[in-house]
């Protein structure tokens, strides 16, 4: 995932067409599509976990996230609140390269938690039934999932296709 928007600037590809997660600094550099899913970033324990009832009891506990990815972003933004508001914080964060690395961690008990998007976390939870849950409450900022284009004329066409089919999708229900 890392090398998806460095190959987009150097023209190895056109589109990226994945969950990318909209962020300021990303829609200053790159063109996004209309939105495909809800990107908010949650957090996921194992099920049997009694002493993680909300993002603040993250304080003091090891949790991890994709590199690069904005659900990343959004755990170190919480763990310079936590400590604003006077906790120790995070006791670690760890990166990984994917997220079912983190899973996996999880699931033995190397992580404590793990921030991921809501919505990738759904289809986790119907593949490991009774393993893993994910707390009510969501961390960071409400954002959503899209697909980029460089901001240049040649890619103004393309992204209004997928755009166009996009909001096509929305519209019929099938998206």
């Known amino acids: ?18 969950a990318v997660t909209v962020n300021k600094d990303r829609a200053d550099h790159f063109a996004f599509t209309l939105p495909i899913a ?3 970033a949650g957090v996921l324990v194992r099920s049997n976990e009694a002493s ?21 972003q959004a755990l170190m933004a919480l763990d310079k609140n936590l400590k604003a508001a006077g906790g120790p914080g995070i006791k670690q964060i760890k990166q990984y390269v994917a997220f079912d690395e983190a899973y996996a961690d999880l699931a033995v008990g190397r992580l404590d938690a793990v921030a991921q998007s809501v919505a990738n976390l759904g289809p986790l939870l119907k593949s490991r039934l ?6 009510p409450q969501s961390i960071g900022p409400k954002s959503y999932f899209a697909w980029v284009a460089r901001k240049d004329a040649d890619s103004a066409t393309l992204l209004k296709l997928f755009s166009d089919a996009i909001a096509r999708a929305n519209h019929d229900g099938t998206m």
């Open 1 to 18: 995932f890392q090398g998806l928007l460095p190959g987009l600037d150097a023209k190895r590809f056109d589109m990226v067409i994945t």
């Open 38 to 40: 809800d990107a908010t």
């Open 130 to 135: 009774g393993v893993f849950t994910v707390l």
């Open 52 to 72: 993680i009832k909300s993002p603040n009891d993250l304080n003091g506990k090891i949790v991890g996230s994709q590199t690069g990815s904005a659900q990343l």
